[in-house]
């Protein structure tokens, strides 16, 4: 078999529609380029319409198959939730690929930890991903089929693998709760033709993590912390998300796919060094 048409057969996305929160920044912005361009047909939503607006018009510059087309809406709420599935719902008669990836964090010691800062991250990155998607399953599973299932990607973190907060204790468990939904809508979900799937990353520079990788003397301490040695980068997240997208990833459902180096493996000094 030629070289083009394997990669064709394992990872063509073109023309599937999706759907990616937080699409116009950091990882969200990666997965909406590498949708985009490999071919489909991508709504990215978040709630700074500068900041989409701005990402698809760079990204419609470059003369995708399919413009990229955005739209505003707040996870926070119920009413910014419906909101959301009421602009989709005008646009298009089914989906195929919902990335939940907006997500939020707050970092404070132990002891001094705000009691409000416990439900924001947690109504944004749990119940916001969660009632979304329950929203969605009509469009997801109304085209799925056993060759191509419809796909969910959850955004989780390497986080709510391994015992790590250093301050951002509600963002920690946040994301434990993002791949123990992703585990039980993967189980639920099977019969209806759609995988549920998580990325875990480690650190990637973003909005989020400018505070700790934003400049090179911060990425090296990072990355002496990371067994495999440096931050994640761009092409990390693209290539794991054309294998979960693309006719090749149709047979894999609740997986936490580890995107972090080695970390969550990492358990210290060896104990008989
Ligand atoms: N960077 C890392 O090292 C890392 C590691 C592990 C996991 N992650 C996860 O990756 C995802 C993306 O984060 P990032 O690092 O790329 O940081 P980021 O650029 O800050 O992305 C977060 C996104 O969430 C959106 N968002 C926040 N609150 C929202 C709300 N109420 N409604 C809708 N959208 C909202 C933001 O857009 P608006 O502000 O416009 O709403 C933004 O696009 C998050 O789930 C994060 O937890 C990141």
Redesign the pocket.
Same mark, same amino acid.
């Given at each position: 078999m030629k070289k083009k048409n394997i990669i064709n057969e394992l990872f063509n996305v073109e023309d599937k529609i999706a759907i990616i929160?937080?699409g116009? !920044?950091?990882?969200?912005k990666i997965i909406t380029e590498v949708l985009a361009f490999s071919g489909s047909k991508v709504y990215i939503t978040?709630?700074?319409l500068e900041?989409?607006e701005k990402a698809s018009i760079e990204i419609n510059a470059k003369k995708p198959r399919h413009k990229v087309e955005y739209f505003c809406?707040?996870?926070?709420s119920e009413v910014?939730i419906e909101k959301l599935v009421k602009h989709f719902e005008k646009k298009e008669e089914h989906l195929d690929i919902l990335i939940n990836?907006?997500?939020?964090?707050w970092g404070a010691p132990l002891g001094k930890f705000p009691y409000h800062a416990w439900d924001k991250v947690m109504t944004?990155?749990v119940t916001?991903l969660f009632h979304l998607t329950q929203s969605l399953l009509p469009k997801l599973a109304s085209k799925a089929t056993l060759a191509y299932p419809s796909r969910i990607i959850n955004?989780g !973190?390497?986080m709510g693998t391994a015992a790590l907060a250093d301050g951002p204790y509600s963002y920690s468990a946040s994301?434990a709760a993002v791949h123990q939904i992703t585990r039980i809508l993967a189980k639920e979900l099977a019969r209806q033709k759609i995988t549920v799937n998580a990325l875990a990353?480690?650190?990637?520079l973003?909005?989020?993590?400018e505070f700790a990788v934003g400049n090179k003397e911060k990425e090296r301490k990072v990355s002496k912390n990371v067994p495999i040695g440096r931050i994640g980068n761009p092409n990390d997240i693209k290539s794991s998300i054309l294998f979960l997208c693309g006719p090749g990833g149709s047979y894999v459902t609740g997986a936490i796919l580890p995107l972090d180096g080695g970390i969550h493996v990492a358990t210290g000094p060896e104990i008989f060094e």
């Open positions: 929160t937080g116009g !920044s950091g990882i969200g978040s709630r700074k900041v989409i809406s707040d996870l926070s910014g990836n907006s997500g939020i964090s944004v990155n916001g955004i !973190s390497v994301k990353p480690g650190p990637f973003s909005r989020m993590t």
